[in-house]
C-alpha cells in the first residue's frame, strides 16, 4: 500500500497517514495539490505502483487499433495505466474487452471537467468497439453526504443525461445508478457479498482511512465499485462469457482497483486493466478544488456563453505578467496558465496549440487573447452539449438504464 | 449495550469482554451454557434490557385473540419480549401487523429444535391472521462459513422446504433467500443502504463484536437482517403502508434488534416488537451445543424412527439415578433431565407432562420409561413432518419464493 500519499477520508482529518507536509493528497475524496502546476504524477505513479504511458504503448495502440491516440492520450492527459497491454494482446488475439467507468453524482449541474473521462471512454469504446459499463454511485453519494435517497436517485438520473449527452451508442453502453440497479440483478449482489468476503476492515482501512466511527455503508463500498470490474455482474450482456475489462477513470479512483486488482484473482476473475488521467483544474489554479458549491470554481455544463466568458476573464488564473509591458519582455508561463491548461484538454489541433504556447510564452500573446481563445474553443462545446441533452428525455435514460444485451463481436 | 454478557464473534475469542467466567455467552454465533439446567434466562432478560413474559400478557394474548395461548408461550419457552403490549394495542385498534423471523440455512438437515420457532410463528399468524415474511440468510452462512455461494443458495431452497412443511399458508407467507431475493428488490436493497448509513462500525463491533480482520461483508450483514423490520422493504406485499412488525425468534438474534430497534426511528418506521425463545437443548444436555456436524447431538428432521430410538436411549442426557434402586428412592431431575425438556417443547397436553413431572421426579417413572414416551411422542412429529416435506417440491419453494401480494385485511 502506498503510505507516503495521504490517504483519508474527509471525516476523519485526523487520521492522515505520511509526509503530509509534502506530499499530493489523492484519494477519492480528496485531491489536494501543494503545487500550482498541480499534482506531481511521476511521484504518484511511483507511489501507486501503476506504469507510465509512454511512447512505446501509444505506438501500439496506434497499431492495433488503427487509428491515432486521442489529443488526451497524446498529451499525457492519460499518463497512467495499469495492464493495458494485457488488454492489447487480448485485442490482437481477436478476444473482446469491456469498459467501465463511472461517476458518483453529486450535483445537479456536471462541470467541463467531468467530460473528460467520458470523452475519452467515448473515444475507447469507437476505436477499440467494446461494449461499456457506466456505473452511478448514488450508494456513495447518499453514505457520504448529506443528501437524502431520493434526491441520490435523482442526481443519478440528471447526470445520465450529460453523459448521454457525449453521444454515446446505447446499443453498446448500459448506464445503471446502484440504487436501483443492484436490486434488480442478483448475480451482481453475489458478486458484492464475493468481494466483501474477501476484503478485511483492516484493509479498507489501510486503503481508504476509513475509522471506528465511519457507518457500515461507507465500510462496505468499495465492494460497489469493484463488482462491475467482474464480467459475470452483468449476465444480461455477457451471459457466461468470461471478458476482460478496462477502467478509463481519475487516478484518484485507483485505491478502489487495486483493492479489485488483489481480490479478483480470488474470484477466478481476471485483474481489472486501467488507464487513468490528471485531474482536471479548477478555474482558479490547480492547488485548489473544483466545488458545485462554488459556482465560479468551474464552467459548469448548463453555464451560458455569457458566463463562460464571464468565468474564464474574471476567475481563470493567469500565467501572465502584471504589466503588457512586462508581459511582452518575460512571457507568461503555460505550466501554470488555467487558459493554456484548458486548452489543452479541448482544442484538438496540435499544431495550433503549440503556436499558441510558442506565442504565449514568448509574451506574443496577452491574457485578455488567451483567454478569448479559451472562451472561442470551450463555448461551442458547451452549447451544442446542452443542445443534444436537451434531447435526452427521462425514456431515453431508461432505455441506456435498461438491463439487455449490447451489442459486441465475441 | 448490555457489557457482561459476552457478545464475540468465533473468530475472535480473544476480544471477550465481560465476565465470561460467570456468565452465559449468548450472541448470534455462540450459546454457552456455564449450568447444566442451561442459560439463566432471568439474568439475560436483564442485561439485554427486554421484558418478561407474564401473567398479565398471556392473559391480554388469551384475551385479543380469543384463543388459548400456544403452550410453548404458557409453558415459558418463549419468555421475554420488547413491546408486545404495543403490538396489542394496535390489534385492538383493528390494526394489522406482520410477522418476520428467518434462519441461517447451515446445514442440509434442520433438527427438531429449529422447529420449535416456526411453530410457533405459525400459530401467532394464524391467532393474529397476518402476514409473515421468512428471511433465509445465505449470505450470512457463505460470509461465517468455508461454504461455496452456490451451496449456501441450495441449503436456503432445502431449508425452505423443512420450513414450509411446517404447514404455513402460502397466501400470507413470503419466504425469501437474501442472495437471490435481494437483487430483485431495489426498495430492500434502498433499505439495507439506509441503515448501513446510521450504524457505525463502532457499533457493531460493541454489539457484535466485530474485529478490525473480519471481512467488510460481515460488518455490513447486520443491516440485512435489519432491513425486513420496514415494511416498506417489502412493496409487493405492503404497497406503501407502514406496518409495525413483530419478530419470533431465539433469544440470540436480540442483539440484530436491538440495534434495529435504535435505527427504526431516525427512519421513521416503528421499532419492531419482538418475542424471544429460550434455546432447545442439546441431547446431551443444556451444556453443550447441538451440531450439525455432530449427528448425534440433535434430533434431525430425516431421521428414521431407528435413529431417533438410539439416539434417544444412548444420548438424551438423564436426570435419573445411577441405579433404579436409588432412582426409587430419589427420583429424577425433570431440571436436567432432556427426555423431560423435550416433552415440555412437543407434548402438548398440559396434564399428562405434569403427571410425567410428578412421576419422574418422585421415581416411579424411570429413565427407560420416560425415554420410550419422548421417542412415541416425536417419533410421529417426525415422520409426519417428512411425509409433508415429500410433498414440497421446487416449484412449492419458488412460489413461496416469488415477490407478490400477500391476503391480510387492512
Not at 502546476?37 to 495502440?61: M, N, P, W
Not at 485505491?255 to 479489485?260: A, D, G, I
Not at 505550466?335 to 495550433?352: G, K, N, P, S, W
Not at 504556447?357 to 463555448?379: C, F, N, Q, V
Amino acid at each position: 500500500m502506498a503510505t507516503e500519499v495521504s490517504i483519508t477520508p474527509p471525516q476523519s482529518p485526523e487520521k492522515k497517514i505520511g509526509n503530509e507536509e509534502e506530499d499530493d493528497v489523492v484519494d477519492p475524496w480528496n485531491v489536494v495539490s501543494k503545487s500550482q502546476t498541480g499534482v506531481d504524477y511521476d511521484k504518484l505513479i511511483k507511489k501507486f505502483g501503476s506504469s507510465k504511458v509512454d511512447a512505446e504503448l501509444l505506438q501500439r495502440i496506434e497499431k492495433v487499433t488503427g487509428k491515432r491516440p486521442h489529443h488526451l492520450l497524446r498529451r499525457g492527459m492519460f499518463m497512467s495505466h495499469r495492464d493495458m497491454h494485457t488488454i492489447l494482446n487480448e485485442v490482437e488475439k481477436g478476444k473482446p474487452f469491456y469498459l467501465y467507468t463511472g461517476r458518483g453524482p453529486s450535483s445537479d449541474a456536471m462541470h467541463m471537467g467531468h467530460l473528460i473521462p467520458f470523452f475519452f471512454t467515448k473515444w475507447l469504446q469507437e476505436v477499440f468497439d467494446v461494449p461499456l459499463v457506466i456505473q452511478l454511485t448514488d450508494d456513495e453519494k447518499f453514505l457520504w453526504k448529506d443528501l437524502d435517497m431520493d434526491k441520490a436517485r435523482k442526481l443519478a438520473v440528471e447526470n445520465a443525461k450529460d453523459i448521454i449527452a457525449c453521444g454515446f451508442d446505447v446499443d453498446k453502453t448500459f448506464i445503471f445508478a446502484d440504487l436501483d440497479f443492484i436490486g434488480q440483478c442478483p448475480e451482481f449482489y453475489q458478486n458484492m457479498v464475493r468481494i466483501q468476503k474477501c476484503v478485511t476492515f483492516n484493509q479498507v482501512k489501510g486503503i481508504f482511512g476509513f475509522g471506528d466511527s465511519d457507518c457500515i455503508g461507507k465500510i462496505s463500498f468499495p465492494a460497489v465499485q469493484a463488482t462491475p470490474c467482474l464480467s459475470s455482474s452483468f449476465p444480461f450482456i455477457f451471459n457466461k462469457a468470461k471478458l476482460p475489462c478496462l477502467i478509463p477513470c481519475a487516478i484518484d479512483q485507483d485505491p478502489y482497483f487495486r483493492m479489485t486488482r488483489d481480490v479478483a484473482p480470488r474470484l477466478g476473475a481476471q485483474k481489472p486493466a486501467l488507464i487513468h488521467s490528471v485531474f482536471f483544474p479548477a478555474l482558479q489554479g490547480a492547488m485548489t478544488k473544483m466545488s458545485a458549491s462554488d459556482n465560479n470554481s468551474a464552467i459548469f455544463l448548463n453555464d451560458t456563453p455569457k458566463q463562460i466568458k464571464n468565468k474564464v476573464n474574471k476567475h481563470a488564473f493567469s500565467g501572465g505578467q502584471a504589466t503588457i509591458e512586462e508581459h511582452r519582455e518575460k512571457g507568461g508561463n503555460c505550466d501554470v496558465d488555467i487558459a493554456y491548461q484548458y486548452l489543452t484538454f479541448f482544442l484538438e489541433d496540435d499544431e495550433r496549440l503549440e503556436q499558441i504556447r510558442k506565442d504565449y510564452s514568448s509574451g506574443a500573446m496577452l491574457t485578455g487573447e488567451i483567454k478569448k481563445l479559451l472562451i472561442d474553443t470551450i463555448t461551442p462545446i458547451v452549447t451544442e452539449h446542452q443542445e443534444r441533452r436537451k434531447t435526452i428525455t427521462d425514456e431515453t435514460v431508461k432505455e441506456f438504464m435498461r438491463p439487455r444485451k449490447l451489442k459486441y463481436t465475441y
